[in-house]
Structure formats: structure tokens, C-alpha cells
């Protein structure tokens, strides 16, 4: 059971350029969510998916485009890099019962970098 | 738009010192987390509390749900240096299971 995982670990873009960070999760979480952590800002919700085929927005979602295909997968896409998206990205994943904050499981993150 | 604001922002500590973390909101939550993250790792739930006025406690860790929901307190008695980290509450549930995150407090005790 490996829980969340994340890929790559560390990634360093040029900006204009396009990336996917890839997450994926073995526990059949219906909700997945991706955020994004930077230096005294706690954690930013920049999407999220209650179920495969449904995802919206969370607090930050300029320049992040996500799908979700499948269950297990939830892919992040950066369209054009620029130097403000440098930061660690997590993905999380939880069972969705409406109305409780259900435990989120979190991956090791990816720490990206753009010049 | 919601707002967890967290305090203090840092503290640094002596082995065997109490400390109090505080996490406040204008906004009523219908839950609240405390997560603990580690350098180069995933944050990792501490505790959920669902309602007003609720204390739960963790070894020497107490969390507290402010009556109103709208804020919420961990206390460590007795701290270790393995309670080093960064502490962050979180406050959603609701329909949508969204969470948002507090700015985050980064606690370091020292031997």
C-alpha cells in the first residue's frame, strides 16, 4: 500500500515552459486535491475532484489546468511557468463524506522552481 | 473568502517548556484540523474536532474547538524535540470536503 505518491521530486522549468506533476493515490479516495505551499502561507487549495470525470477550482487555480480520468490519478499541468509558481506542490487524498473534515493523506511533494 | 489566521507565527522553545498554539477565523467551520508537518514531508493529521467547545487530547497534546467553531487551540505540555515542526490547523468539511489551511505555526524545541 503506497499510500500517495508524487512525481517527479524536484523539477526546475524555464519560464514559458509546460509541465505535468503527476499524483496517484492506492486507497480508492474518491476526493483528491492539489495545493500548493509556500513561505508563510500555509497550504492554498488550487483544485480539487470529488469523484473521476468532476473537478473545480479552489482558491488559486490561475495557470493550473487538472483531470480526472480515473480513481486512482490526478494529474496537475502548469500551461506556461512562470517565476510566481515557484513553490511545493502537494497532492492530498481523503474519502468524501460530506459534512466532516475527513483525514487528508498527503504525498511527499514536489518542490519546482522556475527562472 | 475564508481566513485561518495561526499564532505565533514561530517559537522556539526549551526542552520541557509548555506552549500554546492558537488558530483563529471570522468564518464557522464545520470541523477543524491539526496536521504536523516535517521537514521535506507531507503534512500528517494530529486530530479532527467536530464541535463547539470540544477538547480532545493526544498524550501531552490538547486541542480545543472554540464554542462559536470559529477557532481553535493545541496545547503541548512538557514539549520534547520531537515535537518539532510545523503545526497547521485547518478548518471545511461541508459539502464540498474542502479544507483551508491556516498560515502555519513552525516550532523548534531545543535539547
Known amino acids: 500500500n503506497a499510500g500517495v505518491t508524487q512525481t517527479p521530486k524536484f523539477q526546475v522549468l524555464k519560464t514559458g515552459q509546460s509541465m505535468t506533476l503527476q499524483c496517484a493515490q492506492d486507497?480508492?479516495?474518491?476526493?483528491m486535491s492539489w495545493y500548493r505551499q509556500d513561505p508563510g502561507m500555509g497550504l492554498r487549495l488550487i483544485h480539487y475532484s470529488v469523484g473521476a470525470g468532476i473537478t473545480d477550482q479552489g482558491e488559486v487555480p490561475n495557470g493550473y489546468n487538472v483531470s480526472r480520468s480515473t480513481t486512482e490519478d490526478f494529474p496537475l499541468r502548469l500551461l506556461s511557468a512562470a517565476p510566481s509558481q515557484t513553490s511545493v506542490y502537494f497532492c492530498a487524498s481523503s474519502y468524501f463524506i460530506g459534512g466532516v473534515g475527513n483525514e487528508q493523506f498527503f504525498g511527499p511533494g514536489t518542490r519546482l522552481t522556475v527562472l | 473568502t475564508q481566513l485561518l489566521e495561526q499564532s505565533p507565527q514561530f517559537l522556539s522553545i526549551q526542552e520541557g517548556e509548555n506552549l500554546t498554539v492558537y488558530c483563529n477565523s471570522s468564518?464557522?467551520?464545520?470541523?477543524l484540523q491539526w496536521y504536523r508537518q516535517e521537514p521535506g514531508e507531507g503534512p500528517v493529521l494530529l486530530v479532527t474536532?467536530?464541535?463547539?467547545?470540544e477538547v480532545k487530547k493526544l498524550k501531552r497534546l490538547t486541542f480545543q474547538f472554540g464554542d462559536a467553531r470559529k477557532d481553535s487551540s493545541l496545547h503541548i505540555t512538557a514539549a520534547q524535540p520531537g515535537d518539532t515542526g510545523l503545526y497547521l490547523c485547518?478548518?471545511?468539511?461541508?459539502?464540498?470536503?474542502?479544507?483551508?489551511f491556516g498560515t502555519g505555526t513552525l516550532l523548534a524545541v531545543q535539547p
Open positions: 486507497m480508492n479516495h474518491e476526493y
Open positions: 468564518s464557522v467551520f464545520s470541523s
Open positions: 485547518a478548518g471545511g468539511g461541508g459539502a464540498t470536503n474542502k479544507l483551508i
Open positions: 474536532v467536530v464541535t463547539g467547545g
